[in-house]
């Protein structure tokens, strides 16, 4: 058995693909980035008056990821909790790494959180779908009760 999920909170995707698709009491997430849903605006992000990124805040961004993710594991009949592996893209590893790996023990790490397992790499470049490069992504998969 295998379900489409779209959530009704997490940003719109950005080619032809559900936000998750669950096979048995897996499910698992498709990539997740931190634009919020209704905008292709990219949360920490400063622009100059040409529209050019000029900035970003990867704080921003994980926090706005994480929020993501909640809303399609909430949506899918899920919860945080169950998350059982996360597999982070970086495009910037020696800029970013330090304060995503702080922000991601917050949200994973410690007690009443999934824990799950992780990897982490660093890609040249990810989709944006908006008006500037975003600097983190997560596919993330989880279990259904």
Known sequence: MSDRIQS??????????PHARRVGNLLFLS??????RGTKD???VTLDDAGKMIDYD??????????NIRAVLEDAGSK????????????????????????YAEY???????NPARTTI???R???????PIAVELKVIATID
């Open 58 to 67: 990867v704080e921003a961004q994980c926090r706005s990821c994480f929020d």
């Open 108 to 114: 994973f790490a410690g007690e009443g959180n999934p």
């Open 126 to 132: 990810l989709p944006q779908g908006g008006n500037a």
């Open 8 to 17: 009704s909170r997490a940003p719109e995707a950005v080619g032809a693909y």
């Open 122 to 124: 660093e890609i040249s």
């Open 80 to 103: 945080w909790e169950n998350i059982v592996d996360v597999l982070a893209f970086l495009t910037d590893m020696p800029r970013d790494f330090d304060v995503y790996n702080r922000v």
């Open 42 to 44: 990219i949360p920490g």
């Open 31 to 36: 990539g997740v980035g931190p634009r919020q």
